[in-house]
């Protein structure tokens, strides 16, 4: 086959290995490389809050693939505990340092960034200290696992979606957890009425919620003694900082790639850099978000392997586009589902949206049939056009279904009149014959 026959990709997370795989499938006969930082490829780091509760009992069961089965099954070299330190553009070559430590050059045609993200950690005091830990790569995971065992008061930093998996998984394994929050509420991507009955949740299963909190430092002699926070001091035998993360883009700045506003690499919707040849994929990247029709930095598991599905094919010489994003997620705390797509109202005022918005109450299935659970449904609507922008659903069950539905309808710009006409399905174990988001339409409509 023609087209480019040297593919190397940099990183072997979620993004680098959908782009290998991409690549293969487009090109049978192409030489991939992959090399990654790590001890492992193919892992998936949204699993480390389960495997710390214990619901997943050995960390290599969030490893996908393995780097045999790769070369088995794709011919795809992955080159683990590899670094790679330099880009050579001009020269089309990467630097790295081996395994063995040797330092190694790599020829490409085209060449892939899937080089992530790393959490953000705030520049304070006491960092040095033992027992501070962050949520990311699975070495790191194991290490915090081992801690946990000699530890009974654990103090998360951030209520985002690491501090809320967090704090089940470690309630589940009978630690005491305290969430410090510098927010005057949980999640920051949800409006305030969902933010509320999650704090509900989490106090209700005995979380230790803070908010207002900011965290200037830790203490103690060798090990975390106490976090600080501007107003007072809290306990504890081990912390865990999940306060965000930041594209990781040294090696791209290094070569000389543009970086969008959002400090993410800028890429067209081929997922390629300003240096043509060089794709990039993944929590390094920004995206296209369709609502605001304007570049956005949300790094989530799955945009990392579309994004990396369309750099792959187009760094193997085939001809793929990435849409763009509309922010969808979905998680849950104790027995709580929290699903959010689209702008939230508070997330729209900051872009200059004028919006209108409806909240309801249902439940989960029809009134008679047993088990039916309460479930919340907010809408946000543009206010010129009366299209639905942004939705957020929490509830006890079926809140997957519903955000599903949702990102559809906000994808394609629906209104609620056309979201009431929509054919969804109906059984009373699923559903009431009004489906929430059924209602929450019609009342959008008034
Ligand atoms: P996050 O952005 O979800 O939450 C960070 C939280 O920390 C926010 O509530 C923020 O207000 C708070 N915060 C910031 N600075 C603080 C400070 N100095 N003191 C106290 N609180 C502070 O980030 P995360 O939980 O670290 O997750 C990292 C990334 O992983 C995110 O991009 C997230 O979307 C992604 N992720 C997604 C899922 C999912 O989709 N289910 C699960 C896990 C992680």
């Not at 306990?235 to 993410?264: C, F, H, R, Y």
């Given at each position: 086959?023609?087209?480019?026959?040297?593919?190397?990709?940099?990183?072997?997370?979620?993004?680098?290995?959908?782009?290998?795989?991409?690549?293969?499938?487009?090109?049978?006969?192409?030489?991939?490389?992959?090399?990654?930082?790590?001890?492992?490829?193919?892992?998936?780091?949204?699993?480390?809050?389960?495997?710390?509760?214990?619901?997943?009992?050995?960390?290599?069961?969030?490893?996908?693939?393995?780097?045999?089965?790769?070369?088995?099954?794709?011919?795809?070299?992955?080159?683990?505990d590899s670094y790679v330190t330099r880009i050579k553009v001009s020269l089309k070559t990467v630097e790295y340092v081996s395994e063995k430590g040797e330092e190694k050059e790599?020829?490409?045609?085209?060449?892939?960034?899937?080089?992530?993200?790393?959490?953000?950690?705030p520049k304070i005091e006491g960092l040095n200290l033992k027992g501070i830990h962050t949520v990311r790569f699975l070495e790191g995971a194991m290490k915090l696992k081992e801690?946990?065992?000699?530890?009974?008061?654990?103090?998360?930093?951030?209520?985002?979606?690491?501090?809320?998996?967090?704090?089940?998984?470690?309630?589940?394994?009978?630690?005491?957890?305290?969430?410090?929050?510098l927010l005057p509420r949980p999640m920051p991507n949800v409006d305030s009425e969902i933010a509320s009955i999650i704090e509900q949740e989490l106090r209700r299963n005995g979380?230790?919620?803070?908010?207002?909190?900011?965290?200037?430092?830790?203490?103690?002699?060798?090990?975390?003694?106490?976090?600080?926070?501007?107003?007072?001091?809290?306990?504890?035998?081990?912390?865990?900082?999940?306060?965000?993360?930041?594209?990781?883009?040294?090696?791209?700045?290094?070569?000389?790639?543009?970086?969008?506003?959002?400090?993410?690499?800028?890429?067209?919707?081929?997922?390629?850099?300003?240096?043509?040849?060089?794709?990039?994929?993944?929590?390094?990247?920004?995206?296209?978000?369709?609502?605001?029709?304007?570049?956005?930095?949300?790094?989530?598991?799955?945009?990392?392997?579309?994004?990396?599905?369309?750099?792959?094919?187009?760094?193997?010489?085939?001809?793929?586009?990435?849409?763009?994003?509309?922010?969808?997620?979905?998680?849950?705390?104790?027995?709580?589902?929290?699903?959010?797509?689209?702008?939230?109202?508070?997330?729209?005022?900051?872009?200059?949206?004028?919006?209108?918005?409806?909240?309801?109450?249902?439940?989960?299935?029809?009134?008679?049939?047993?088990?039916?659970?309460?479930?919340?449904?907010?809408?946000?609507?543009?206010?010129?056009?009366?299209?639905?922008?942004?939705?957020?659903?929490?509830?006890?069950?079926?809140?997957?279904?519903?955000?599903?539905?949702?990102?559809?309808?906000?994808?394609?710009?629906?209104?609620?009149?056309?979201?009431?006409?929509?054919?969804?399905?109906?059984?009373?174990?699923?559903?009431?014959?009004?489906?929430?988001?059924?209602?929450?339409?019609?009342?959008?409509?008034?």
């Amino acid at each position: 086959m023609n087209g480019p026959q040297k593919i190397v990709v940099i990183g072997g997370g979620a993004a680098g290995m959908a782009s290998a795989a991409s690549a293969r499938r487009v090109n049978k006969d192409a030489e991939i490389t992959v090399i990654e930082a790590s001890k492992y490829a193919s892992y998936g780091s949204c699993g480390i809050p389960y495997y710390l509760g214990n619901l997943v009992d050995d960390v290599s069961r969030l490893v996908t693939y393995t780097p045999e089965q790769f070369k088995k099954e794709r011919n795809v070299e992955v080159l683990t505990d590899s670094y790679v330190t330099r880009i050579k553009v001009s020269l089309k070559t990467v630097e790295y340092v081996s395994e063995k430590g040797e330092e190694k050059e790599l020829e490409f045609d085209s060449l892939i960034l899937a080089t992530g993200a790393r959490p953000l950690v705030p520049k304070i005091e006491g960092l040095n200290l033992k027992g501070i830990h962050t949520v990311r790569f699975l070495e790191g995971a194991m290490k915090l696992k081992e801690d946990l065992a000699s530890s009974k008061k654990v103090t998360i930093i951030g209520a985002g979606y690491i501090g809320l998996e967090l704090a089940e998984n470690l309630k589940k394994m009978n630690k005491e957890v305290t969430i410090l929050e510098l927010l005057p509420r949980p999640m920051p991507n949800v409006d305030s009425e969902i933010a509320s009955i999650i704090e509900q949740e989490l106090r209700r299963n005995g979380v230790k919620l803070e908010l207002n909190k900011r965290v200037i430092g830790f203490e103690g002699k060798e090990r975390v003694e106490k976090v600080v926070t501007e107003n007072s001091k809290y306990e504890t035998d081990l912390a865990v900082v999940a306060v965000g993360v930041k594209p990781n883009v040294s090696l791209a700045k290094q070569a000389g790639i543009e970086l969008g506003k959002t400090g993410a690499i800028k890429t067209n919707s081929r997922m390629e850099t300003n240096i043509r040849g060089i794709f990039a994929a993944g929590d390094n990247c920004e995206s296209h978000h369709i609502v605001l029709n304007e570049p956005t930095y949300v790094p989530l598991a799955q945009t990392a392997n579309k994004m990396g599905y369309v750099a792959g094919a187009n760094a193997a010489g085939g001809n793929e586009e990435f849409p763009g994003i509309v922010g969808s997620a979905i998680t849950k705390v104790f027995d709580l589902e929290i699903g959010r797509t689209g702008i939230g109202e508070e997330e729209a005022k900051k872009y200059g949206i004028e919006t209108k918005s409806v909240f309801i109450k249902s439940r989960s299935r029809a009134g008679y049939y047993p088990e039916g659970k309460e479930i919340w449904i907010k809408l946000i609507l543009k206010k010129s056009s009366n299209i639905v922008i942004g939705g957020q659903v929490v509830g006890y069950e079926g809140v997957w279904g519903r955000i599903v539905a949702l990102t559809l309808a906000i994808t394609n710009k629906l209104t609620p009149k056309q979201i009431l006409f929509t054919d969804l399905p109906y059984a009373p174990p699923f559903n009431p014959v009004w489906d929430p988001l059924i209602v929450a339409a019609r009342v959008a409509l008034r």
